[in-house]
Each structure stands twice: as structure tokens, then as C-alpha cells.
């Protein structure tokens, strides 16, 4: 490293741009500073994740994920885009409420920036939390242009560890774009006992709950046209044992900042030895903290998840799903001296354990009518369908972006959106520019509704209904399904502010 670089490299991470999975605290200096400044390049990018598998991929600044970005509440942000993709592209920065012409949405909140082109995005990063970037012109995030960004919150407990973790998948890109066709021959996986437990719980209850026994389907035995192949799965770029590990002392409070940066799966996540203590919804703080044995973390959901240590030793974090690839994605975390010991292993199925659910989290009770106690101004119930094997559309009421409902708001309206799934998948539906509440799951109210960006509406009859206030900037916020295969085969739509 030559002098310059040298001084880039202590100036940009000192003032919050990182890439180390452990996060060293904000030094004071760069807490100081009015602004963090940098330069944003994606390009092509050619990186070994498996020893046997090299994936040509595309990158911001020359790593998988991209660097962490790190802020303080209050602190301006001022990113340099350049693109080097050899396509458009542009950079949405998830989970914040921005300005709606710097939330990067190709055609509906900017042009697209060319290949060769820049664009500055410039504003004021919010809410406090964990929330992310990545690219939001299709398939750019599948090829790996996504990254972490921590608005840090000066209220937030203190942790004596803390660490980013971002799982992501790295597809076959042939299996990929046969899914945009509906004609992929991938199989669906899925974690050892997932559906068992809705059976033990529903025998619990004395019979089978019907809507259980539609989740349960048969989709898993076989390939329905829209499932991907991975190649490769992985913690922060790497795959067990060359992740990097997370070292700690007896003690220590730890806080993993889990962030699912897959293309289209959901990952079922846990820790041997420990349960985790989940405080935060997609980077917004729960009205209560929930412990559960494992995480389910879906496509751009986020959850902070702390532990204690209680005693010297060396434990895997490891994701649940059951082929051979997810035994790669894992971490070790271990004290001093225990890296060699061999690792506890977490539970490897989800028969019998509590993991992390809307229902649990957010405490399910009868539904109350209303759903939401005071006035709503506007209602949109939304079915979400499509996803026939060869037919390439995945639809909300029946159509596809751009001829989807929109839904049209004032500022100050109380909204209410409700979704039905008639799919036999589950969808990952995202609102930008908003944090929404989640009132609602599968006809149960929840007493403590989760502050988030992004929810899994469950499949097969399943619903969910989220409220929010519509006061962030006026614009055009897409709400879209964050499985990159049903995005791009248009299940999207919008909520426009009128001007009045
Ligand atoms: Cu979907």
C-alpha cells in the first residue's frame, strides 16, 4: 500500500466505511464529522466462494458484500455512484426514509444511471438501525451489489461485541434466469422439521388448524419452475471454515446484526450453545425483545440478535437448511484459545424448537375489529397470485408492474394494506421509504405489531396487514416482493403521495 492509498484507507475507516464483519466502535473523530464521503463503484467482479466454484459476479468497491457503512443519527451522507457494470444500475438504500428522488428505483424515482455514468446520492440517513443498499436493477443484487449500512443510535445498549453478518446465496444464473421463465428445475430447500412443527404445535391445540395444513402442501417434494440453484452459500462473502470467525470473552454481551441479502431464500439461522435474544425488527427496536433457539430471516430482513458468554469455548452459527451448501454457511465464534476445539453445533431441525416467528414475536391474540383501533383513511387489500409453472408472472390482484392498484395517499393519511396469498410460496413483500407495523398474521392480531420494512406474507390462504402513517417525503415508494425472481416477473406496485 502506497502512501495514498494508505491515507484513503485510515480516512474512510475511520470515518465509518469498514469491512471487517466485527465492527470496531465510531472513533470519536469520524462521530465528529458533519459528513461521511465516499465513492460508491460497482463493477464486475470474478471471486471464489466454494474452492471448487468461481462465480463472475459484480461488486461494490471490489468486495462481497459490499463495505459496511456506518453512520450516527444526525450525520449526512454523500455517496460518489460511479457505474462500471456494462448495464444501467442504480443503488436503493433499504429501510431509510429519504428523500423519494435519491431512493433509487430506476424509472419511477430516477433515470437509471448508464454504464460509464455517476450520480451523487446525498442525504440525511434515517431512522436508526440496520438497514442496507444494494443495486435495484435486476438481477444486480443476485450478482452481488448489495451491502450493509448502520445508522448507529446514541440510545442503543452498549455491546462489548458486535458483529455484521450478511448471508447470501450465490445462484447458478442459468437455474436463475429459468426461474424468471417459470421453468427452473431447481427443488425447493427447506430446514429438517420446519413443517413438522406446525403439526406437533397444531396437535398441540387438539386438531389440525386448517390453514397449517394448507402451509404444509407438498411444494417441497418437487420443482415447481420457480426455485434457484445456489452454488454456493455464504456468511459475509466466505463459506465454513474460511469464514472469518468472531472472537470473545467470557462476559461479553454480543450483538449479530443478521441481514438475509439472498436472492430468493429464507434462512433459518441459529447458534450452538446459546439462544438469541432478538431486539430489533429490520433495524427498528421491537416493543418487546423476544429469545428464541433459532432466527427465520427472510429475503432483506433484518434482525439484531444478542447473546451472552457465559463461559470459554467455541460455538457455530450455522444456517438450518438442509442440503450440503448451508453447512457452509457458518461462523465460528470462540474465546480465547478455542479455536481449534472442536465447535458446538446448534440444533440441526426445527421439529419441536421455538424459533423466531411474527406470531411469537409479536404475541398473537383472537383478531380485533377493527384491526387498527382509530380511523384508516385508506385501504388496499392486495391477493397475491401468479407463479404458474412456463408462465412467467407473479401478480398482485391479478396483474403485473406497471398495470398493478396502485395506492394513492395524502400526507397525514392512516393506511392500512392487507394481503391474501394465493400462491404456495411465501413472499418477502417490501415497502420503501416506510417502517410499517405488523398488525396482523394468518387472521390473528398481534398485541406487540413489529416495526418493519419487509414481511414474509405466509403462502397458501395466508395473510398479513401492515399499517403505517403516511408521513415520509412525498413521491412514488414501491412496494414489491423482494424474492429477485418474483420482483422482476412484476409483483410490484406502488404507494403514491397526491399532492393536495
Ligand atoms: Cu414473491
Known sequence: MNR???????????????????????SA??????????????QPYTYTPLPNVTFSGLAYNGQIPGPVIRTRAGQRFRARFLNRTGTDSTVHWHGM?????????????????????????DFMPAPTGFRWYHSHVSPQAALGLFGAFIVDDPHDEKADVEAVLVFHDVPNMQSFRAAVKGVSDAPMVEPPGLHGQMKMKSMNMGAMHPMDMKHMGQKHMMAMGDEVAYLARCVNG???????????????????????????????IALGGHKLTVTHSDGNLMERPVTVEALRVGVAERYDAWFEVAKE?????????????????ALLIHTAGMEKAPPIKPIQTLA??????????????????????????????????????????????????????????????RVLVRFKNHTDMSHPMHLHGHVFKLVELDGK????????????????????????????????????????????????????????
Not at 473523530?29 to 460497482?42: F, G, P, S
Not at 384491526?371 to 392486495?382: G, P, S
Not at 401468479?386 to 398493478?404: L, Y
Open 238 to 268: 466466505a463459506a465454513y471454515p474460511r469464514t472469518r470467525p468472531i472472537k470473545v470473552k467470557v462476559g461479553d454481551r454480543v450483538r449479530l446484526r443478521i441481514l438475509n441479502a439472498s436472492p430468493t431464500m429464507t434462512h433459518y
Open 313 to 329: 469455548g467455541a460455538w457455530l452459527l450455522e444456517d438450518l437448511a438442509g442440503d450440503q451448501l448451508s453447512r457452509g454457511q
Open 352 to 413: 419441536g424448537v421455538e424459533y423466531f416467528t411474527y406470531p411469537l414475536a409479536g404475541v398473537a391474540e383472537p383478531l380485533r375489529h377493527p384491526l387498527v383501533r382509530e380511523r384508516i383513511d385508506v385501504e388496499a387489500n392486495f391477493i397475491l397470485g401468479g407463479g404458474k409453472r412456463g408462465v412467467p408472472r407473479w401478480t398482485i390482484n391479478g396483474e403485473v408492474w406497471p398495470h398493478t392498484p396502485k395506492i394513492r395517499v395524502r400526507r397525514g393519511d
Open 445 to 500: 392480531s398481534l398485541k406487540y405489531p413489529l416495526p418493519k420494512d419487509t414481511t414474509l406474507i405466509p403462502p397458501n390462504g395466508g395473510t398479513g396487514s401492515w399499517f403505517f402513517e403516511a408521513t415520509s417525503p412525498p413521491g412514488r415508494w414501491v412496494l414489491h416482493c423482494h424474492n429477485e425472481v418474483h420482483h422482476a416477473d412484476g409483483m410490484m406496485t406502488e404507494v403514491d403521495y397526491l399532492k393536495s
Open 97 to 121: 426514509i429519504i428523500p423519494n428522488d435519491m431512493d433509487g428505483v430506476p424509472n419511477v424515482t430516477q433515470k437509471p444511471v448508464p454504464d460509464g455514468g455517476a450520480f451523487i446520492y
Open 4 to 26: 495514498r492509498d494508505l491515507l484513503k484507507w485510515m480516512s474512510t475507516s475511520a470515518l465509518g466505511v469498514m469491512s471487517a464483519a466485527v465492527l470496531p466502535p465510531m
Open 29 to 42: 473523530w469520524a462521530k465528529d464529522q458533519d459528513m461521511l464521503e465516499m465513492t460508491l463503484t460497482a
